[in-house]
């Protein structure tokens, strides 16, 4: 349980709160690079409760803009993009990818182009995604996941929007308990390759231990078979928004990363990689189970479906636990059922041991990006070298000393 304070802490992302100061320390990823043509639409991006377009010039480099002109405030996402600028189709203003005002042809001097600053934001690109610097001063050390040093072939990264608060979207990914419930439909499935799910069934109280990390936090939750192996999932936990999702030797690399839109929009981030093969040739069946065929966001047709198609005659016939088809949107589908949880209301129990540290590790952070001081601790963080696990392991192994060499396994065959 929080208080009404703390839940307004952690939810409320509109500018000059604190979570908003917190967010802008970060690089974001805030749309996919093939969404930007060069010398193509430019597109509008909302993060944070604030406005911003993307364009990309005839020359390939990405410019990240306040989406309001700052001469009388119209979009510039109705501008022309050409000669590796974006010009305002109102009095002609002009653009680079830095933001600096190039023409103004309103203006006999056209020195005042120097009064204008502040429009543009740093930006990188990396596994097909393009992340913005929104906040002040210099960016810190990027967030080098191994999937941004892969070309499309072997990452895929899909976004999606959904109708609810970040913060109920990043809880749900560090639930291991839900797992076996919510996604029963999929976990009971005995014709799914990921033979260790299926321990989740009819085990729904993991146990919790967790670490904390430079980064955020390390999430190990053990199911008991009750014969002589355990399921193990590791969880790894990078602050504010990003999992990476258990999964085995055979399986992609995936992990999540949330981002706010505004107090009531997610945007979430689904991305695969796999090194060794094509990773069109190794998604995992969730993935694309009931979505469109855009990665922009390939949750849209599905929004504005009641209860994303839940199922009532599936439920009581006991064909389907959710009656919602496909994982993705019943995660979805409860996210979205109250947009901002009242989290004054609630009986947290030992299952919802990761969402109590979870919490508890944001409130520090934001406090410490209050304070000034280091909240990211990205220097410490080697971030290209994060993976999670989903294993089948011996009852009574050690699991710190099981998940370290295993890990360091991955890295070494599954870059
Ligand atoms: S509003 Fe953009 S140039 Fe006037
Ligand atoms: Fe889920």
Known sequence: MLTAEQNRLLTDVAPGTPLHNYWKKQWIPALRSEALKPGGAPQKVELLCEKYVAFRGDDGKVGFLYETCPHRGISLALGRNEGNRLT???????????????????????????????????????????????????????????????????????????????????????????????????????????????????????????????????????????????????????????????????????????????????????????????????????????????DDNFAASRQGTPNYGQDREAMRASKSWSGVPGVIFEDYAVAESIPIVDRTREFLGSGDLAIVRLRRELMERIRQSEAGEDCLQAEASDYRALRALAEIIPTNTNIQEFTEQKLQDRKASFA
């Open 88 to 294: 305002c189709i109102f009095h002609g203003w002009s653009f680079d990818a830095d933001g600096n005002c190039t023409r103004m042809p309103t203006e006999k001097d056209q020195s005042f182009c120097q009064k204008v600053k502040g429009q543009g934001f740093k930006v990188r690109e990396g596994g097909g995604i393009v992340w913005a610097y929104l906040g002040e001063g210099q960016p810190p050390k990027f967030c080098d996941y191994a999937f941004t040093y892969l070309t499309r072939e072997h990452a895929r990264p899909r976004a999606s929007y959904n109708e609810a608060n970040w913060l109920q979207n990043v809880e749900t990914l560090l639930d291991s308990a839900h797992i076996g419930l919510l996604h029963h439909d999929t976990t009971a499935d005995a014709s799914l390759p990921q033979a260790g799910l299926q321990l989740v069934t009819g085990n729904d109280t993991p146990k919790y231990t967790l670490e904390q990390r430079s980064y955020g936090m390390r999430s190990y939750s053990l199911r008991s078979s009750g014969s002589e192996n355990d399921y193990l999932r590791v969880t790894e936990f990078v602050a504010p928004g990003t999992a990476f999702i258990g999964t085995t030797d055979a399986e992609a690399g995936f992990l999540i990363i949330v981002v706010p839109v505004n107090n009531t929009r997610s945007l979430q981030w689904y991305i695969y990689w796999d090194t060794r093969q094509p990773i069109d040739n190794n998604l995992p069946d969730f993935a694309l189970l009931g979505t469109d065929d855009s």
